[in-house]
């Protein structure tokens, strides 16, 4: 079973920070992919962030250049600096993982239950 578990929510004002952390965990082989995404009330999801195990990152237009995504392969896991936050990006943040559990079958996708970013003035 592999689980992801997400950490660093909370309430922020207009222009603040706030790290997101992600730790997958169970029995995992190799984690490929990782990423964020986000969903606000009424809205669909997206894709905010991925990053690739070698590093590779990719941003949705809207947070480009305020978040960072990293990772850290030894701990399996993945992490969201968010920065300049705006009340748009109010949402629930969703971790995401790649995982291939075991080497006789093709990697499968999994999600966190997600954290709550809330940011108003």
């Known amino acids: 079973q592999v689980q992801l578990e997400e950490s660093g929510g909370g309430l922020v004002q207009p222009g603040g920070s706030l790290r997101l952390s992600c730790t997958a965990s169970?029995?995992?082989?190799?984690?490929?992919?990782m990423g964020w995404g986000r969903q606000a009330p009424g809205k669909t999801r997206e894709l905010v962030a991925t990053?690739?195990?070698?590093?590779?990152?990719k941003y949705a237009d809207s947070v480009k250049g305020r978040f960072t995504i990293s990772r850290d392969n030894a701990k399996n896991m993945v992490y969201l600096q968010m920065n300049s936050l705006k009340p748009e990006d109010t949402a629930t943040y969703y971790c995401?993982?790649?995982?291939?559990?075991?080497?006789?079958?093709?990697?499968?996708?999994?999600w966190g239950r997600g954290t709550q970013v809330t940011v108003s003035s």
């Open positions: 995401y993982s790649k995982v291939r559990r075991d080497r006789a079958f093709s990697p499968s996708d999994y």
């Open positions: 169970g029995t995992i082989s190799w984690i490929y992919d």
């Open positions: 990053i690739t195990r070698s590093g590779d990152t």
